[in-house]
């Protein structure tokens, strides 16, 4: 090869190495940022398996609150047929 080829040559790898260079630094950038989303998606998932836990608590303290009228309904109905029962037991044996 003469000299101009091989300068002419060495310029156009020059260029690529440039080019490459260039391209090389836009994917560092695009891991970081897929890096940065991973970690956030981590933390996301762990704060959403909290809040299903907090969610899941609650419906069980809503679930017995709610429960507690009927049950205290179902005693005093109870002690009314016990009364009433009462009563007329008491009253055929006097």
């Known amino acids: 090869m003469d000299e101009q080829k091989i300068l002419i040559a060495i310029t156009q ?5 440039k080019e490459l260079s260039r391209r090389m630094d ?4 695009l ?10 998606m981590e ?3 762990a704060s959403m398996k909290t809040t299903e836990e907090n969610v899941d608590k609650l419906q069980t303290d809503v679930a017995l ?3 507690k009228p009927a ?8 002690a009314l047929i ?7 037991v008491g009253h055929f044996i006097k």
């Open 82 to 88: 016990a009364a009433i029962i009462g009563v007329v």
């Open 26 to 29: 836009g994917l560092e950038k």
């Open 43 to 45: 933390r996301l998932t």
């Open 71 to 78: 049950k205290r309904w179902d005693s005093l109905i109870g």
């Open 13 to 17: 790898q020059g260029e690529q190495i």
């Open 31 to 40: 891991t970081d940022t897929v890096n940065k989303l991973a970690i956030s």
């Open 65 to 67: 609150i709610h429960d």
